[in-house]
């Protein structure tokens, strides 16, 4: 009885073993199969999350780069001043009164008041309600300045020629204030009180009385402009003219 129990235990653990042996036997057949997946899954996984590391990195260190370049822009970015906009709003009002108004022979000593006043704004240091030229800003500058080439070019198109008639002294003068307003309006570096020269800015003082009677017949501009050429003494312009010359 004995030994039938030895032989059947030993006939169960050859199976145990002879399984086992099969066992290794596989394992050890496709040993490479099995490694070479087991290393394919270890190295993507974290490489898939260094990737996925670096990505939100790249996304954090943009985000922020955008953000500041956007801040920067704001802070660069020219704005108008109430200045500057009490200024461009008179201007905008005169360009309208002109494109209302017909080219009648009343128009035409309007047309003349109306430029005499931008000159004298633009080069005498006048003011419009009480602002001058250089106490607005260099994007405010640029506005003016193109706005007053398409008020001088409205009224060439009402009055051809109108600026000659100002004053037997002074067409030259106003040309080349019209010509140099032309030019800043392109570009705010190509503008410079200077460059009407001072045969220019002495015939204008020089004619001043002439000019007066000019003074009511303006459209907006003049009843709101602190004219220095209206209202002042040839004394008291060529002594402003000095200061100019000798400041700028």
Excluded: H, R
Excluded at 59 to 77: C, H, L, R, S
Excluded at 177 to 194: D, M, P, R, V, Y
Excluded at 201 to 223: M, Q
Aim: net charge neutral; glycine share 4%.
């Amino acid at each position: 009885m004995n030994n039938k129990k030895y032989i059947i235990i030993s006939i169960i653990v050859a199976i145990i073993f002879l399984v086992m042996g099969v066992l290794i036997g596989l394992v050890y057949s496709n040993k490479d199969v099995i490694f070479k997946d087991n290393n394919f899954n270890e190295n993507n996984i974290p490489q898939n999350d260094s990737d996925s590391k670096e990505n939100t990195n790249e996304i954090k260190e943009e985000v922020p780069k955008q953000n500041n370049d956007a801040i920067k822009n704001e802070v660069i970015k020219p704005s108008l001043s109430i200045k500057d906009n009490t200024v461009i709003n008179e201007m905008n009002d005169t360009l309208n009164s002109i494109n209302k108004e017909s080219s009648s022979s009343n128009f035409s000593d309007k047309a003349k008041a109306t430029f005499i006043s931008i000159v004298d704004f633009l080069f005498y240091d006048g003011t419009i309600k009480g602002v001058t030229f250089n106490e607005l800003t260099d994007e405010g500058k640029q506005k003016v300045l193109e706005l007053a080439n398409k008020i001088d070019g409205k009224l060439e198109e009402k009055v051809p020629g109108y600026k000659e008639k100002i004053s037997s002294t002074t067409s030259n003068a106003y040309n080349k204030a019209s010509e140099i307003i032309k030019n800043g309006a392109s570009s705010l570096n190509s503008f410079a009180k200077e460059k009407l020269g001072d045969e220019n800015y002495n015939s204008i003082i020089d004619a001043k009385d002439e000019l007066v009677k000019y003074s009511k017949n303006a459209l907006n501009l003049v009843g709101n402009t602190g004219s220095k050429i209206f209202s002042n003494t040839k004394d008291k312009l060529n002594e402003w003219y000095q200061s100019f010359k000798n400041n700028k």
